[in-house]
T-cell receptor
């Protein structure tokens, strides 16, 4: 019940396209859903986060869509750029810093 | 503000040895969490410290331990190292550890031979 399932494992997108990564969870007590971006040799960096009282949050080219009834949330990257090539992790927690991470999605954006 | 710093950045040990990793959180942050990252298991939570007390713990054996000092700096220790302990160990800090933004350090890459 503590799992967060993430798909796809890898994603190849052309520059300017939309990248979509999906996550699903079982624990209805989760109340914080961040997305992290990680470049090789670096620690994860927070990209955007959402709480279950909103269905969508947008920050620049990054949007989280949240479906509480389906227990799913997704990250949309609009106008994907080669600089977005990285590994993306969804995560969830219950009002604590104990983050349960998804398995990661390796995104490659080709020019 | 300086970010989360971790030392050392790289470490090579042999089986059976023990290791201590250090983490300095962002100034003013009182919560420090540790994570293990491996290709097979992904990112897994080890433990969280707040005000020198362990507040949360993941599913790792007792060989993994940690502590936090009064200045919020934290250390984690792994005793009797096993080959499977080879991983990137990440430290993250936040203000209160109540599900707000965690800032990660660059990690310590541990190789156990």
């Amino acid at each position: 019940q503590q799992q967060v399932k993430q798909s796809p494992q890898s994603l190849i997108v052309q520059k300017g396209g939309i990248s979509i990564i999906n996550c699903a969870y079982e624990n209805t007590a989760f109340d914080y859903f961040p997305w992290y971006q990680q470049f090789p040799g670096k620690g994860p960096a927070l990209l955007i986060a959402i709480r279950p009282d909103v269905s969508e949050k947008k920050e620049g080219r990054f949007t989280i869509s949240f479906n509480k009834s389906a227990k799913q949330f997704s990250l949309h990257i609009m106008d994907s750029q080669p600089g977005d090539s990285a590994t993306y992790f969804c995560a969830a927690s219950e009002s604590t810093d104990k983050l349960i991470f998804g398995t990661g999605t390796r995104l490659q954006v080709f020019p | 503000k300086a970010g989360v710093t971790q030392t050392p950045r790289y470490l090579i040990k042999t089986r059976g040895q023990q290791v201590t990793l250090s983490c300095s959180p962002i100034s003013g942050h009182r919560s420090v969490s540790w994570y293990q990252q491996t290709p097979g298991q992904g990112l897994q939570f080890l433990f969280e410290y707040f005000s020198e007390t362990q507040r949360n713990k993941g599913n790792f054996p007792g060989r993994f331990s940690g502590r936090q000092f009064s200045n919020s700096r934290s250390e984690m220790n792994v005793s009797t190292l096993e080959l499977g302990d080879s991983a990137l160990y990440l430290c993250a800090s936040s203000l209160w550890g109540r599900g707000e933004t965690q800032y990660f350090g660059p990690g310590t890459r541990l190789l156990v031979l």
